[in-house]
């Protein structure tokens, strides 16, 4: 078994023995890690992938013209796959392969605290090579536990609220629009109003055990929560001024809006009315004590920082690299 690299896709090869397992990438057969967009391909044949995924992909309305590989067949063949919580969002999945040779892990996105709804990601162990995602592997970034950034989500809503404003939080629609539903639900006894995307996906969650209160904005509840007082939940590439503006005037009220992203413990979103520093990724602490508890012989890094990332990582002696 061996890594492949080409054109920022990943490619796991196996010789003869099983096809290349492409990962996150397109290929006949490949592994969705989890169904945030840039993560998933469309020209595959088969598909593995754990079964939350494929629930929010349909939900989405993704065609699925790709077979569902069932990890144990591949056992008979002196190859076996495990899929691992990850920590990032609702069905998100660290792919262990093992062969006789050796064993592999490719973390994609992880949260090795998790978050406010999903349970951190598990720590695998028997490692030989790892490829781990390196968005935030820089020493500047360091963020709060997440209870404490959901409490000045919270703090900040009811002033706002308090203060007569209408409010609109931006989040992916995707694991961190389901993180403010939470945190409103469960710090401020609000149950906020969302747009259709963001109530299907969380719909899923529900599904799968989260409890969730969310009013859907294109049902008679949803207009007539919006004809009083709000708090709404919207994807993040909605909410700005111009939406603002047009909310303003609409129902006669001033809005204040805020996004939700890791970004903003060090960027200013001077577009907005607050931005709060909440991730669904680790931090760089957090990544540097997962790679020393998984402590695997070879280290890739991809994405972000990954070059400070391998860097830093060598001059601890581990054997890695950036890809
Ligand atoms: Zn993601």
């Known amino acids: 078994m061996k890594l492949n690299t080409n054109c920022k896709s990943f490619v796991l090869d196996f010789g003869l023995k099983q096809p290349n397992l492409f990962l996150d990438s397109a290929g006949d057969f490949a592994f969705f890690s989890h169904a945030h967009s840039d993560h998933i391909k469309s020209n595959v044949k088969h598909v593995l992938t754990s079964k939350p995924t ?12 790709f077979d569902i590989i069932d990890k144990k067949i591949f056992e008979k063949n002196g190859i076996s796959f495990d899929l691992l ?35 951190p990601a598990e720590v695998p162990t ?6 781990i995602e390196s968005t935030f592997a820089k020493p500047t970034y360091s963020f709060l536990d997440a209870t404490e950034v959901a409490q ?12 007569g404003h209408n409010i609109v ?13 939470k945190i409103l639900n469960d710090y401020n006894n609000i149950c906020p109003v969302v747009n259709d995307s963001i109530s299907r996906i969380s719909q899923e969650y529900v599904a799968e055990g989260v409890k969730l209160d969310f009013i859907n ?20 590439n909605q909410v700005n001024l111009t939406l603002k503006k047009k909310l303003t005037e609409f129902y006669k009220r001033s809005v204040k809006i805020a996004i939700a992203t890791g970004w903003a413990s060090s960027m200013k979103f001077s577009n907005y009315d607050e ?20 402590n695997p012989k070879k280290i890739y890094c991809n994405h972000g920082f990954s070059t400070e990332f391998a860097n830093y990582l060598r001059r601890m002696n581990y054997d890695a690299i950036s890809v």
């Open 54 to 65: 494929l629930s929010i992909l349909k939900s989405k309305g993704m065609k699925i013209n």
């Open 152 to 163: 000045q989500i919270s703090n900040w809503v009811n002033s706002n609220l308090a203060s």
């Open 275 to 294: 931005a709060f520093a909440l991730s669904s990724h680790s931090d760089f602490k957090s990544l540097l004590q997962y790679v020393q508890e998984v």
């Open 169 to 181: 939080l931006g989040g992916y629609s995707l694991g961190k629009s389901q993180e403010l539903i």
């Open 217 to 236: 904005s294109n049902t008679q509840e949803g207009h007539d929560a919006l004809s009083k007082q709000f708090v709404a939940v919207l994807p993040q």
């Open 85 to 119: 919580e990850s920590g990032h969002v609702l069905g998100s999945r660290q792919l262990k392969a093992i062969t006789e040779e050796k064993s592999f892990v490719y973390t994609g996105d992880l949260n090795v605290n998790g978050t406010i709804i999903n349970p």
């Open 126 to 131: 028997d490692v030989d090579e790892l490829l």
